[in-house]
């Protein structure tokens, strides 16, 4: 099932992944990831991180999973942004949320047009009361899932090699 939204760049459009979009997947995530979390530059613990986890083998596993789905956000063969979600997958600290959304990437160049708002809205859509973690210094992430209607629910650390990272636990479950 894809959905259709229109920006001022011309028509998105959503759609779930294939195996075809691995390589796609992996290079906007590795470029989104080292965007957002290389403030500092890069260290070995960041490359390291991409290198094994933001691999086109890593998400052909994903696609794999049937507990996984990730939705790709696409105008024409190029490829935009994508929202990997754990289905199933109940949150720590709310028990309403089921489907933690992993992962809502996009493209540096298109942050603001809405791409991120309609992957939001067709993982809801997907997957029902939706939870996910945002690092605490990603300020841009959390003011757009607040915008959007997500609560803090609680806190977590996300492990970079050996190295904590606090990130906020945010769910759009009724309060």
């Not at 991409?50 to 190029?78: K, S």
């Not at 754990?86 to 309403?96: F, I, S």
Request: hydrophobic share 45%; proline share 4%.
């Amino acid at each position: 099932m894809a959905t259709h939204s229109t920006t001022a760049d011309g028509a998105i459009v959503i759609r779930q992944a294939v195996y075809d979009d691995a390589r796609a997947l992996a290079a906007l995530g590795m470029l989104v990831f080292l965007h957002t979390y290389a403030v500092d530059g890069i260290d070995d613990e960041l490359a390291a991180h991409v290198q094994h986890n933001l691999t086109p083998e890593q998400f052909e596993d994903w696609l794999a999973d049937p507990r996984q789905r990730i939705l790709v956000a696409v105008r024409g063969e190029r490829l935009l942004g994508f929202a990997r979600l754990a289905l199933d997958q109940p949150c720590p600290a709310d028990r309403l949320a089921d489907s933690e959304l992993e992962t809502l990437y996009v493209h540096p160049l298109f942050v603001g047009r809405g791409i991120g708002r309609a992957l939001l809205a067709a993982s809801r859509a997907h997957a029902g009361q939706l939870w996910l973690t945002v690092w605490t210094h990603n300020r841009r992430a959390r003011a757009f899932y607040a915008a959007q209607g997500m609560r803090e629910v609680g806190k977590t650390h996300f492990l970079l090699g050996e190295t904590p990272h606090l990130n906020h636990v945010l769910s759009d479950s009724p309060a």
